[in-house]
């Protein structure tokens, strides 16, 4: 079988792992600052690597998969929808600013990791979490933060090779894009320069808790501090000791990749720009740390349908629990697995998600008869399972535009709904065997299709329209009631309404006959049906829309 863009990295990932440390854990990270909700471009930067870690597991290596929450990153913005008096924590570690109100979460952080974590269970994501903030706070780093203080003078060289400004004409990144593809750590945060020198440890401020802090003098020997902050405080604290701060992330990020092992860690377009933080951080954790960077693929943009790009800054952007609303977990996870990290596309939460289901079950249609590619069979498999579990999936999958089409007609009737879609399955023998496609569909309907594109089905005959209706158009209509009981199966009901206007023109029901007059003539006709049924010129499919309404309440409509 080729090998997919998966594999590939596997099979480098296993070599650089056996190169640097053989037979030890291959290490793969990812980082994402819980800043506000992790949205669906975040997605990708743990995607990337669980996919990879998947394959290595796949192949018998033992593998871990690290997510670092940067939960002690600064507090940097009020998100849209939040109320501004939060503006008074700016600058404080996300974990120790109050969640918003009525969480049931202790601090911000929580907040904003808790349903991320659920989604990534929910797609069979396998991780182990590292809090940055229990890091920092424990000491974990303490002999990293005071060599890097040792060897600040060589990092400030080695940081002010990179430190250009933009050529003319170079592209640059608005706020917006920055914050959407931003991965692991805080991409706009200060390097440590400051009038005071070069310092890449940065303290929270003891009695105002915010970072708006500046070294003023530091001593190797007793690794003394001294700090002063916006907020009037001034103090000198011991280095060796002192658990309340971080290192800059230009230099937090190589830290922790010498301190983890990690092999292989994406990182978003900002990240891997000339002079970003992936760069340098090549340097500086060989020059520094004594260790290695990782295999870095650069990730591209992931956007919604109907949407430029996504910014968390702006609210409202999509997360993944709002993905796995419409969607099942393997889908989802297929979108991400066919495509290479530098590749962008789109999810879709407009009428796009109908034509994307039915991609996929054309593919789930191939793989069960033998006939898909070796590289969509790869993307198939790392979709619907992993080296631990196989994720569970709908036992009777009817079409995703069905369920939504007969969701959208009976507004959630079970009953109703079971009778339509018998229709199309006769053997179903309840709703469960449809679920949770059935579930997505039918909340993709009441929460993202718009009120007015919503099918409401008349009460009474448009008595207006139809008296304006020349004999033709009758004619079409009392074809059509006539036949109704003779043809009232899914399969009868497409052969009619198709059929109709083939007999108007002489033509037999069954004949092939698609002459450019005959289309015309039916798309004509459809739109009458649908004008007198639901009032508008489209809508569900036909079929559907007419076993959904009934035969009585059809023929009252039409008239007849």
Not at 173 to 183: C, H, P, S, W, Y
Not at 367 to 380: E, N, R, V, W
Not at 534 to 558: C, F, H, Q
Request: charge should be negative; charged fraction near 25%; proline fraction near 6%.
């Amino acid at each position: 079988m080729d090998a997919d863009w998966v594999a590939r990295f596997a099979d480098e990932v296993i070599a650089e792992a056996e190169r640097r440390a053989p037979g030890k854990p291959i290490v793969c990270a990812s980082g994402l600052s819980p800043s506000g909700p992790i949205h669906l471009g975040n997605l990708r930067e743990v995607m990337t690597p669980h996919l990879v870690a998947d394959e290595i597991r796949r192949r018998g290596h033992e593998c871990v998969h690290i997510l670092s929450w940067d939960d002690f990153d600064r507090f940097r913005k009020v998100p849209a929808g939040v109320d501004p008096s939060w503006n008074e924590h700016i600058g404080k570690p996300l974990t120790s600013v109050p969640a918003p109100a009525g969480s049931p979460y202790p601090n911000w952080a929580e907040h904003f990791k808790a349903p991320m974590a659920a989604a990534l269970a929910e797609l069979g994501v396998e991780f182990r979490g590292i809090s940055q903030t229990e890091m920092y706070a424990s000491g974990a780093y303490r002999e990293q933060v005071l060599l890097a203080m040792r060897e600040r003078r060589k990092i400030d060289a080695i940081l002010d090779q990179y430190r250009t400004k933009a050529k003319p004409g170079a592209k640059t990144v608005d706020d917006d894009e920055a914050a959407a593809l931003e991965g692991s750590g805080a991409a706009g945060e200060d390097d440590g320069s400051g009038v005071g020198g070069y310092y890449p440890y940065k303290p929270y401020c003891s009695v105002c808790d915010r970072d708006l802090t500046t070294v003023t003098s530091y001593d190797d020997e007793t690794t003394a501090l001294a700090y002063t902050c916006a907020c009037g405080h001034a103090e000198t604290v011991i280095l060796a000791e002192h658990t309340h701060g971080k290192l800059v992330w230009k230099v937090d990020w190589p830290m922790r990749w010498s301190f983890e092992g990690v092999v292989f860690e994406p990182s978003g377009v900002d990240h891997s720009s000339p002079g970003s933080s992936f760069v340098v951080g090549g340097q500086i954790v060989r020059e520094i740390f004594g260790g290695a960077q990782p295999i870095g693929p650069m990730y591209a943009f992931v956007g919604i349908s109907g949407m430029a790009k996504m910014s968390s800054s702006k609210g409202g952007v999509p997360t993944p629990a709002d993905a796995l609303s419409i969607m099942e977990p393997a889908l989802l996870r297929w979108l991400y697995a066919r495509r290479r990290p530098n590749q962008s596309f789109k999810v879709s939460f407009d009428q796009e998600i109908q034509r994307m289901y039915d991609e996929w079950d054309t593919l789930s249609k191939k793989i069960a008869d033998g006939s898909a590619l070796p590289a969509d069979q790869a993307a198939y498999r790392r979709a619907t399972s992993t080296a631990s579990v196989t994720l569970s999936e709908t036992p009777r999958r009817l079409p995703y535009r069905t369920l939504a089409s007969v969701a959208d007609i009976t507004t959630g009737d079970e009953e109703q709904t079971l009778r339509i879609l018998r229709e199309f399955d006769h053997e179903i023998s309840g709703l469960d065997e449809l679920r949770p496609r059935l579930d997505r569909a039918q909340y993709w309907v009441t929460t993202y299709v718009p009120a007015e594109e919503r099918t409401q089905v008349r009460e009474e005959p448009d008595t207006e329209l139809l008296d304006t209706l020349g004999n033709a158009e009758r004619e079409s209509l009392r074809l059509l009631s006539d036949n109704l009981d003779a043809h009232w199966s899914l399969d009868g009901l497409t052969t009619l309404v198709y059929g109709v206007p083939k007999i108007q023109a002489g033509l037999d029901l069954s004949a092939k006959a698609a002459t450019p007059e005959l289309k015309a003539a039916q798309r004509t006709f459809f739109a009458l049906l649908y004008r007198l049924l639901v009032s508008r010129e489209t809508g569900p499919r036909l079929p559907t829309l007419l076993l959904a309404v009934g035969r009585d309440r059809v023929r009252k409509l039409l008239g007849t």
